[in-house]
């Protein structure tokens, strides 16, 4: 029997998987075949176009099946790169800090399955999830960079994700838990603006389309307004970030590292003279965490 390891990252904007998968976090469901089969999942019963219109918050995941499903195209990748179609999986995931510890075990326990059969890409597949393991979002992020930070004995992480924003201080990579925190200052709030004020001006740019204006990638006839809107909305998303953040007691004088999609979206943003960054982590560093954690 084969097992793998996978390492998903659950975010409520975008899913990644520790093999580099990345997806929005929704779907649309049918009960026919969709026109095409690219990112088609069909899991019992139903057919779904994963990564369309993105899922609403959900505090609490295992109330629904919509997590476990987003999850299936991960675990089908996973499977397709080692060449099988069945496995017993070992499954690593995370949950923001300020809600790890009251629902770790129910998260756990709402991934762990047997004989999940489904089909992804025209392609038939079969697991068991043998077992679950719930790490800590933002703490995972650093593992696989250990030997790069490990000169520094003190860090500040700043996890930016697309509603949450997680924060952790450590010294001598041992976590300061009165440090641990969860703002709800995702990217979401960073795209709102720019699409409310994009709309002002009737422009009406998709969430893919912003995030590529965001890193410099436009083609549309109102180029130039586009990109002064966004980034007068980045400065100021910036800005009201770095505040929340020292209002929480934060240094940012201290070597601070900065994770997740949101990170990368800021890019070169983060390096200035009021933050001392000394890396950006990319979106899949988490997902790659759980994995490297799983042993």
Do not use: W
């Not at 975008?14 to 899991?43: C, H, P, V, W």
């Not at 007691?249 to 390096?271: I, N, S």
């Amino acid at each position: 029997m084969t097992r793998i390891k996978i390492g998903v990252d659950n975010g409520n904007y975008n899913t990644k998987s520790s093999e580099r998968m990345l997806y929005a976090s929704g779907y649309t469901m049918s009960d026919r075949e969709f026109i095409t089969s690219d990112m088609q999942l069909f899991y019992d019963g139903a057919y779904y176009a994963i990564g369309g219109k993105r899922m609403n918050f959900q505090q609490e995941k295992t109330k629904e099946q919509d997590t476990f499903i987003l999850t299936l195209p991960a675990i089908a990748n996973a499977l397709k790169e080692v060449g099988v179609s069945y496995a017993d999986v070992l499954l690593g995931v995370g949950l923001p800090i300020d809600i790890y510890g009251a629902q770790k075990e129910a998260f756990r326990q709402y991934f762990l399955r047997d004989d999940v059969r489904f089909r992804f890409d025209d392609a038939d597949y079969s697991c068991r999830i043998a077992d679950c393991r719930v790490f800590a979002q933002g703490h995972a992020a650093l593992c696989k960079y250990y030997q790069q930070l490990k000169e520094y004995n003190n860090i500040t992480l700043v996890d930016i994700g697309g509603y949450t924003v997680d924060i952790l201080t450590l010294h001598d990579f041992k976590v300061d838990r009165g440090s641990c925190a969860s703002l709800r200052m995702g990217t979401i709030t960073l795209f709102n603006e720019v699409r409310g004020e994009l709309q002002q001006q009737n422009i009406i740019l998709s969430d893919a389309l912003i995030a590529d204006a965001m890193q410099g990638r436009i083609q549309h006839a109102e180029k130039e307004k586009i990109r002064e809107i966004v980034e007068r909305q980045m400065r100021r998303y910036l800005k009201e970030l770095l505040n929340a953040l020292r209002e929480r007691g934060l240094d940012l004088k201290l070597p601070t590292v900065f994770a997740g999609g949101g990170a990368e979206l800021l890019g070169h943003r983060l390096h200035s003279r009021e933050v001392n960054t000394i890396v950006i982590l990319d979106r899949f560093a988490n997902a790659e965490g759980y994995k490297l954690l799983l042993g």
